[in-house]
């Protein structure tokens, strides 16, 4: 039998790479950071990492997580309701909650988890959820495993999403669920005019802030922060690997009744090891310094508005953003390969994203700015890209 599935792995996999959209990985030797080092030696300028707020390779997270090695050793070997829970875990849990507003929050081993465990134990067929078009493929899963009736708008559309309310007002609880920001556009999602909806038809809203938390809003709380909502989302999910520290981890932080109820039945949690008491240790330490100073988001957001300028200026179609995500729109997904291609060769790391990661025919390169970044990696980003455009013919010359 596994021959003739062989040949059909092998023709799929031959089919994917003439529709330049395979994807290599490349090797980094280095710690994580605005300046890389990958595995043919090269050191090249990183733009393709939810690094945002420079965290990976922070000394304060480092010596925080040496400091948990010899206090609570490696791993916990068990899940939380086991022998798996530690001080630092419900110590790094209240810190979350205070960080975002909420009453209570709940770990995962990744937001993964968070958003495929957070839908069946508290939804059932008599209830209906409504998901952006462009959610997550976590969320995309999560709600596959639930057995709420499924209702999808078009991305950020409140005229849509009124009407996919208006089609589940029979149902008897409802819930709104939005990325934050959405990953490949970076556009941030209406949340003012989501909560007005969800308020007017009796709805419940849940947030996945993996992309916004830390980088949106003036003190990186995200975007309740950024729409002054404060407190006022049922469910909040996000990561502790994109802006803060980029190691490993996922929560859900809203109401202390969900929580609550996802500790006794979401099956991720109940089911899966607890996050390595290390990379507690340094979330606790990164909600501590992200609660003391505002000097990392500040200098992200100044990043973020230079380099979109300088790129608009030089005639890349650009979609508007409020995030740290800048999405060069090139469309062709072979193009987007060659583009990235060239701009490894001239010392810039970033990636050409395509189908199946983005709808065909909407390729392009996705540039993620970082507080790490200082000006003189601006620039020579902004000059790489200028002459790779002009030789591939994708701004004039």
Known sequence: MYTDFKEFLEKEISDIKNAGTYKDERIIVSPQGAEIKVSTGKKVLNFCANNYLGLSNNAE????????????????SSVRFICGTTDLHKELEKKIAEFFGTEDTILYAACFDANGGVFEPLLSEKDAIISDSLNHASIIDGVRLCKAQRFRYENANMEDLEKQLQAAKDCRFKLIVTDGVFSMDGNVAPLDKIVALANKYNTMVMVDESHSAGVVGKTGRGVTEHYNLKGQVEIITGTLGKAFGGAIGGFTTGKKEVIEILRQRSRPYLFSNSIPPLVAAAGIKMVDMMSSTNVLQDKLHSNTEYFMEKMGKIGFDIKPTASAICAVMLYDAKLAQDFA????????????????????????????????????????????????????????K
């Not at 997270?61 to 916990?76: P, Q, R």
């Not at 010392?347 to 390169?365: E, T």
């Not at 902004?382 to 002459?387: T, W």
């Open 341 to 396: 291609a060239r701009l490894l060769e001239e010392g810039i790391y970033v990636i050409g994203f395509s189908y199946p990661v983005v709808p065909k025919d909407l390729a392009r390169i996705r540039v993620q700015l970082s507080a790490a970044h200082e000006k003189e990696h601006l620039d020579k980003a902004v000059a790489a890209f200028e002459k790779i455009g002009k030789e591939l013919g994708v701004i004039k």
């Open 61 to 76: 997270l480092i010596e925080a997580a040496k400091k948990a090695l010899d206090s609570h050793g490696y791993g916990m």
